[in-house]
């Protein structure tokens, strides 16, 4: 359990922070400039906010009012920064033991175990300067976890790497985040990344934070548009795989007693899948419409409506005990004479399903 | 440079009056200087060339005197009172009779050389650098062995006195090249302590570097010229007895300028042989001061 | 085959380079690092002494080390007094001499190479629990070899042919303070020394190219290594 309190002044931009991170991925997401980094720095000991209070586990990291601030070195935070920092020259062995031999680590995770987590046997005896940025950075996590952190820090480990090697290193980070054991600080202005990896989501703007909880809650509020960004809005709802349609080649999803039909994907009846829907790919109606191509039709309730300067306004809606954000235009939203409390209808086109993912819990 | 006065020019063209650079170019110019500054400079160029190169004058109205360093100051003095009788002036070149010896033959421009021993002079002559004709003995030297001024050592003989130096370092010229050096071993073999010795020897290049030990007190003590202890004030704890062959300073000449033989003349003359035993020199065949 | 003057002369110069490198380099390296990743008042300062040896006429510098670690100085009597060491005059005061000498060349390319070592590696390393100590010698000391071996070789090829410094400092004693550089200056004076100032010529020719091919190799196959 992370708990940090801080306050700091640097050219102009002022950070006032207080966040808790507990077990599993607790995401960090914000725009650029908004004091992600500046906030990891500090936790891992490179930078000394002004004033404030760190603690870790029950361990006091730093505190003003009593003058402790503990180096780097003592802190137990294992950090992954955006560019790998292996040290070229040492083998990848080597790197990865590097807390254990020079920083005298122990109680670390075997590093056959990591080896397995992450896919680095092969990489072993190879230099770092012989390796892709996607296994770079594998071996830069495999590095921090063997040195027997109290909690990683990943500080946009994905941003240096483009599309291919992306892809290739999620689903090593969706296998850490689940079987890895240490709780995770996952810092990204990537949504994609955070909604497939995080249980928690914190989003900082300008040096202050705007809202933290939940990742499904958090993503849909409506508030948090300029903080996420009009274009990424969106909902993440849980649901389970009912039965697959092989002739069709579909799947057929449940939600809270109501069912989704999304592209084939692979998982045993009773799989629990997490969806992403764009707010922008749902429509509202106030009857359920037939003889319609859109096979996903929710029965909602209307929780919320945000009318904008533009010509859009965003809808909350309730599906059972999760929320569903719609973005229709105003016009639309006052001729259907929406209102919180109404009963309509979300239709979602199946194609516009963002592709399911495995969910953490 | 050229980046600069681009730059200025730019700015001065744009009408910016004040030249401050951008970031990038001061980066590249640490010591950046204004136009006006740089063509200052370039323009004095020419005018320190001309200076500087100050050609020599003819050799007619020059003398060009190599001499043996123990012998620099009274070359000097010699120098100024022959200008002043005949209107020639002269250079003095002074260094290791050896380092002279070399300099010459490998072509060093010189009318006269004053050498500390006849050797060097005979290899000169050999080389065909130096007239064997007009070589003749000027002057004569006593060796000493000399502590720094206030260290004075009450021991007589020269057993006693080295003995009494506790083993510290003796100075004097190479004995391997420097006449001053080469006498000091013959004086030093003459009087049975060569061996003894050689191990605690510091060599020189040139009689003036063994003095200036001896003088600045780095060293226990020296084997020098009397004249050049005499200048600098040592103390005197031995003096060795006349050297057999005697030490000689020869003169002889190197080129055919027609000053040359005329400062020969004057060396033997009356106002140069006042000179000679003013700096302390004996005179050849003991002719008294 | 070598003549007794040329053995000594060569033997004496291994000596003296020898022992100036082994003290040169340790200060070397502390003086590197602080140059290149410390802020503190006179640095300056230090830094204009540190590189006047390069700048001064090496006779200049031997001169200052006689007045300093002289027998009359004050260094020097000091040393004599409390530890019964003299320099001046003998090989140990030749070492000296060449270590002042090289001591400008060593410093300058460990201290681009220490600049050199990306700071961000040295935060990483502290993030695994390394120590500032663990940090430098494991980390930044490693990364800067080559930079560090490529200032051995020119410091010891220094070291090697000091001339001006030594004759002032030490004198041109024989078997004592008469290195390679002193011996040809010593041929050159005597009437039939030609061929025996060639001779120590070519053999301090061939060490000091020796020397900066060893360490050139050295750092080659450290870069090689490190790209295997």
Known sequence: MLEVEVHHRAGGFALDVGVSVGDGVTALFGRSGAGKSMLVAMIAGLMQPARGRIVLNGRVLFDSETSIDLPA????????????????????????????????????????????LLGLETLLDRSPDTLSGGEAQRVAIGRALLSAPDILLLDEPLSQLDGARRAEILPWLDRLAHEAGTPILYVSHALDEITRLADDLIVISDGGIVASGPVEEVISRIDLGPATGRHEAGSLLRGQISRHDEAYSLTVLSLDGQELTVPAIAGEAGTPVRLRIRARD????????????????????????????????????????????????????EELGLAPGAQAYALIKSVAIVRPTLASR | MRSVICCHARNVAAGRQNTTFSRREMRGIEYAMDRRTFLFWMSSVPAFAVVAGAPATASGETLRIA?????????????????????????????????????????????????????????????????????????GNQLVLAV????????????????????????????????????????????????????????????????????????????????????ADLEIAFVFPPADPPIAYVAGLVSSAPAGPRFLAFLASDAGTFVLCRHGLTLPESRPC | ??????????????????????????????????????????????????????????????????????????????????????????????????????????????????????QRLEDAAGTLGAKPGTVFFTLTLPLAAPGIFAGVALGFAKALGEFGATI?????????????????????????????????????????????????????????????
């Open chain 2, 148 to 231: 720094p001024a206030g260290r004075s050592i009450q021991a007589a003989g020269l057993e006693d006195s080295l003995k009494a130096l506790k083993g510290g370092w003796i100075a004097t010229g190479d004995p391997e090249h420097v006449p001053l050096g080469q006498y000091a071993r013959d004086a030093l073999i003459g009087e049975g302590v060569w061996d003894k010795v050689r191990s605690r020897l510091i060599p020189t290049d040139n009689a003036r570097a063994a003095l200036r030990l001896v003088a600045s007190g780095h060293v226990a003590a020296g084997i020098v010229y009397a004249s050049d202890a005499r200048a």
């Open chain 1, 282 to 333: 749902v429509a509202l109606a106030l009857e359920r419409p037939l003889k319609i191509s859109i096979r996903n039709i929710l029965a909602v309730t209307i929780a919320e409506i945000a009318f904008e300067d533009g010509p859009f306004a965003e809808v909350l809606t309730r599906v059972g005990e999760q929320y569903l954000r719609a973005r229709i235009t105003r016009c639309s939203a």
């Open chain 2, 67 to 139: 001499a043996a360093s123990s012998f620099a100051d009274a070359a000097e003095d010699l120098g100024a009172a022959f200008a002043r009788s005949t209107g020639i002036k002269t250079i003095i070149n002074a260094a290791s009779s050896s380092t002279l010896a070399r300099q010459i033959a490998n072509g060093a421009a010189a009318d006269v050389f004053l050498s500390a021993n006849r050797d060097w002079a005979d290899w000169l002559a050999d080389k065909g650098r130096l007239d064997a004709d007009s070589l003749q003995v000027f002057a």
């Open chain 3, 168 to 228: 002032t400092f030490a004198a041109n004693i024989p078997g004592e303070t008469r290195t390679l550089a002193l011996a040809v200056h010593t041929a050159l004076q005597r009437p039939d020394g030609d061929m025996l100032a060639i001779g120590l010529s070519m053999i301090a020719l061939s060490v000091g190219a020796l020397a900066v091919g060893l360490s050139e190799f050295a750092a080659s196959r450290l870069r090689r290594k490190r790209r295997a």
């Open chain 1, 73 to 116: 070195r003592r802190r137990r935070v294992g950090v992954v920064f955006q560019e790998a920092r292996l040290f070229p020259h040492l083998s990848v062995r080597r790197n990865l033991l590097y807390g254990q031999w020079a920083g005298g680590r122990r109680n670390a995770p075997d590093l056959g175990a990591i080896c397995d």
């Open chain 3, 1 to 118: 085959m070598l003549s007794t003057e040329a053995v000594s002369a060569l033997t004496l110069s291994l000596k003296v380079a020898g022992l100036a490198m082994v003290v040169a380099l340790p200060l070397a390296l502390f003086a590197g690092y602080a140059l290149a990743r410390w802020r503190f008042p006179g640095k300056a300062l230090l830094t204009v002494l540190i590189y006047l040896p390069l700048v001064l006429p090496p006779v200049v510098t031997g001169y200052m080390l006689l007045i300093i670690f002289g027998p009359n100085g004050a260094i020097g009597r000091w040393l004599e007094q409390s530890l019964g060491l003299v320099l001046a005059f003998r090989w140990t005061g030749a070492a000296l001499a060449a270590g002042v000498m090289a001591f400008p060349l060593l410093v300058r390319p460990i201290a681009l190479a220490f600049a050199a070592v990306d």
